[in-house]
């Protein structure tokens, strides 16, 4: 007796199997590359979150004619990661009082790692000009290779490291090759 194939409707069970595995496939081989995407995308928003703030800070310093301070909240000389504050020092001690505060920045992504070589706050004077040259490196649990660095330059002038030499690391205000702790 021939089916009528008005009547059948729906997959089979091994049709239906097939496809799982084909998709699962196709998933497994997508899920590496969008770790990546993931990854590059919070260094760049903290990459970008640094831009912003120092330049919030530069123009501070010039719109209230006097010296705003950058400083990181570890204490630490070199690690920024958790985070930094940005405020006018009213009566010049180098400590954030009452009242002196403009912004503050949290702690970053716990795998995202940020260290400036020229230690552990920034200042900009009320022309504008910075007082510390040096570099900002912001990375990640995939090491130097995928680093950005953010260049000051004794002006107060922010520019993003490239990789000039094409080693696949970037350089940074002295020309070496940024590293990641």
Not at 15 to 41: G, H, R, Y
Not at 105 to 115: A, E, G, H, L
Not at 146 to 168: F, V, W, Y
Request: charged share 20%; hydrophobic share 35%.
């Amino acid at each position: 007796m021939p089916i009528d194939s008005k009547k059948v409707k729906g997959f089979t069970l091994i049709e239906l199997m097939m496809t799982l595995a084909i998709a699962a496939i196709l998933v497994s081989l997508a899920a590496p590359s969008f770790t990546d995407t993931i990854k590059n995308n919070r260094l760049t928003t903290q990459y970008n979150e640094l831009v912003t703030q120092l330049t919030l800070a530069r123009s501070e310093a010039i719109k209230r004619n006097t010296e705003i301070i950058v400083l990181n909240n570890d204490g630490n000389e070199s690690n920024w990661h958790k985070g930094w504050v940005i405020f006018e020092d009213t009566n010049d001690d180098d400590t954030v009082d009452a009242g002196e505060t403009i912004k503050v920045s949290d702690t970053v992504d716990s795998n995202i790692t940020i260290s400036y070589n020229n230690g552990k706050q920034i200042s900009y004077l009320a022309s504008g000009l910075g007082n510390n040259a040096g570099t900002f490196t912001i990375c990640d649990d995939r090491g130097a290779q995928e680093a950005k660095a953010l260049i000051i330059n004794i002006t107060g002038r922010i520019r993003s490291a490239t990789d000039s030499n094409s080693d696949g690391i970037v350089e940074g205000g002295n020309s070496n090759n940024v590293s990641c702790p």
